[in-house]
């Protein structure tokens, strides 16, 4: 069981008073969703939400991984899937950031990347 608080500001009551999470809670619970669950497949809102949720950029996701930021971005955009072998670097990426933490913030888009995790996995040379 995972216990999360959510600001105020982030819910509302529907018409029939029930909450009613507004997209920057469901963006957190996504970003959430990416960081601790187990993940069969590397999908595009996969790896938007996991990189989202470390508060990497584009550019520094795909250092972490060795790969260019154009690359990141065709993942995200669908245009392009992941090897096998990034894949498998995505998911150790999101195994570390699991183990160490991470602080997830539903409203800045890229948010500061704990170092316990930068240092954790530093970029291939």
Avoid: N, Y
């Avoid at 529907?14 to 999470?21: A, I, K, N, V, Y």
């Avoid at 508060?55 to 795909?62: D, E, K, N, S």
């Amino acid at each position: 069981m995972l216990a999360v608080a959510l600001r105020a500001e982030w819910l509302k009551p529907d018409r029939t008073g029930q909450p009613l999470l507004l997209p920057a809670a469901v963006r957190a619970l996504d970003r959430l969703r990416a960081v601790f669950t187990a993940q069969q497949e590397v999908t595009p809102g996969f790896i938007i939400s996991l990189r989202e949720g470390l508060g990497l950029t584009q550019a520094t996701f795909g250092g972490e991984l060795g790969v260019s930021k154009m690359t990141v971005s065709r993942w995200e955009c669908g245009r392009m899937r992941p090897s096998p072998a990034a894949a498998q670097g995505i998911l150790k990426l999101q195994a570390q950031s699991r183990r160490k933490g991470v602080v997830i913030d539903a409203e800045k888009r890229t948010s500061r990347h704990p170092s316990s995790i930068r240092r954790a996995h530093p970029a291939k040379s």
